[in-house]
């Protein structure tokens, strides 16, 4: 398959951007001034994101689309309010995540916006659900653009009048040099801020206004460290279809009503899960001294027995030490208890640790 | 100090009678990104030419570091283990990675010299 590009691509190249192949696409993965000063930005000012790669996947229909999308979608849908968004995830029969996303209710449906790695299946799975007057489609004129930091609200208010008043997880239309654009309160860092649904052919102005407001870009380097520092997982890393919501520590994330009545993909599995819990779980961790505890590192309980592995590992540079997610025995995932992290074939003391390693500041 | 060598793997060395320092050039630095982990050899250590000798981290990922000529390490630098950012700010200098004995100098003079290197960098882009 060629390698794809988003409507920004030459910006980025523009900005010097080191680029990487990214699930299929040629996405940056930091800028000239390095992961850690992207990463500081973002959290003291505010950071651009170009999350163009991700899917942005509309359904149409009447109240059937609601009942034919909950099968596959554990959340609250029938009571999900347009413009009000939900994280959530598709799961399969065995209550594994396909995919984790976040649904939004519009006018004529919904909007999900679907991991870039993991679209084309995604679709592919939705659609199995879905009857013949429900219309979907994979929008590709649309760009996505992520504006996070506390300083998104008031850089992004002088220039669309209003988002202001959005609360977290919320979204609306607004007017944008004469078009129609969607932005909604919600992002993956720990971080206020906005996702900006906006036309190919008008992002780059978009993206020439916040440089001049001295957004930095940010690259996926520093998303990683971002996302990790906030607790948030990534697909096909800490998550994926073997792993279940309760597995994955996300039970939360599954509608009240839905725990109760049930009727999605899954559901007997989940539920039995969700009466006893799961063997192993998904828990933040905290090495005791520098050393990196990377993807796939074993965890060993203090007395020496392999009792889980690392899913995402790195340098926290706002945590200013480093972090680390993944799944061990659920008898070890009390906070405080210690473990042993095996590096390079050498075990180095750690403690299991409260998620997220970084407050948050969403504003309600 | 005898003027600095380079190796093919990013590594410097300067040598004062027969003990040799290490570390990591500039450009691979530069090409790793924020350095968050130093793991520097215990003295003692005996490395062999092109044998892992310590490991560096940056926030995308975990490098071993070679030692460019074969010796004994009798010392490994512990300030950048205590501080890995300060790789960054002076690779060349203060942020040296290990000392050791060498036992054959002709593995120094075979290793590039700084012009040599720079060329090398610039027609091996990474």
Request: hydrophobic share 35%; with cysteine.
């Amino acid at each position: 398959m060629e390698v794809q590009k988003t409507a920004l691509y030459n910006y980025h190249k523009n900005l010097g951007a080191k680029f990487v192949p990214f699930a299929g696409y040629e996405m940056p993965i930091q800028y000239k001034d390095g992961i850690v000063k992207e990463h500081i930005s973002t959290r003291t000012h505010a950071g651009f994101f170009d999350v163009s790669h991700m899917g942005q996947f509309f359904l149409e229909g009447d109240e059937t689309l609601t009942e034919s999308l909950e099968k596959i979608i554990p959340a609250d849908l029938k009571n999900l309010k347009v413009n009000h968004s939900k994280y959530s995830f598709l799961l399969n029969n065995e209550g594994g995540i396909i995919d984790d996303l976040i649904i939004t209710r519009t006018e004529k449906g919904f909007c999900i916006i679907l991991n870039a790695a993991c679209k084309e299946n995604d679709i592919k799975q939705i659609s199995q659900f879905l009857k013949k007057n429900h219309k979907h489609f994979l929008n590709n004129d649309l760009s996505l653009i992520a504006l996070q930091g506390p300083k998104s609200v008031e850089i992004l208010e002088k220039l669309i009048p209003g988002v202001d008043n959005l609360k977290f997880m919320t979204g609306s239309n607004f007017e944008y040099e004469g078009e129609k654009l969607y932005v909604t309160r919600s992002g993956y860092t720990g971080e206020d801020g906005f996702e900006i649904s906006i036309s190919n052919t008008k992002v780059v102005k978009l993206i020439d206004y916040l440089i001049s407001n001295e957004v930095k870009p940010i690259g996926l380097g520093a998303r990683d460290t971002l996302r990790l520092e906030a607790g948030l997982c990534l697909y096909g890393h800490d998550l994926n279809e073997k792993i279940n919501p309760v597995e994955a520590n996300l039970k939360w994330a599954i509608a009240k009503k839905r725990k109760e009545v049930g009727g999605f993909n899954g559901w007997e599995k989940i539920k039995n899960l969700l009466a006893n819990g799961s063997e192993k779980i998904r828990v933040g961790i905290k090495p005791d001294g520098k050393v990196i505890a990377r993807e796939n590192t074993k965890i060993f309980s203090s007395d020496n027995n392999e009792i889980g592995f690392v899913t995402s590992g790195t340098f926290g540079p706002s945590v200013n030490a480093p972090v680390a997610m993944g799944y061990v025995k659920s008898e070890f995932s009390e906070i405080g208890t210690s473990i042993q992290l095996e590096v390079r074939g050498k075990k180095y003391g750690g403690k299991i640790s409260e998620l997220p390693f970084y407050k948050k500041s969403y504003v309600k | 100090m005898s003027e600095k060598k380079f190796s093919k793997k990013h590594e410097w060395v300067s040598l004062e009678g027969d003990v040799a320092t290490v570390g990591i050039t500039k450009h691979a630095t530069e090409m790793l990104g924020d350095i968050v982990f130093v793991e520097v050899p215990d003295a003692g250590k005996a490395v062999e030419k092109e044998g892992q000798a310590a490991v560096v981290e940056s926030t995308k990922a975990a490098s071993d570091v070679y030692s460019p000529i074969s010796g004994e390490v009798t010392e490994g630098n512990k300030a950048i283990a205590d501080d890995p950012g300060s790789v960054n700010s002076d690779p060349e200098g203060a942020s040296w990675f290990f000392k050791l004995k060498i036992k054959d100098k002709g593995e120094y003079d075979t290793l590039m010299s700084k012009d040599e290197y720079d060329k090398f960098c610039k027609e091996n882009p990474s």
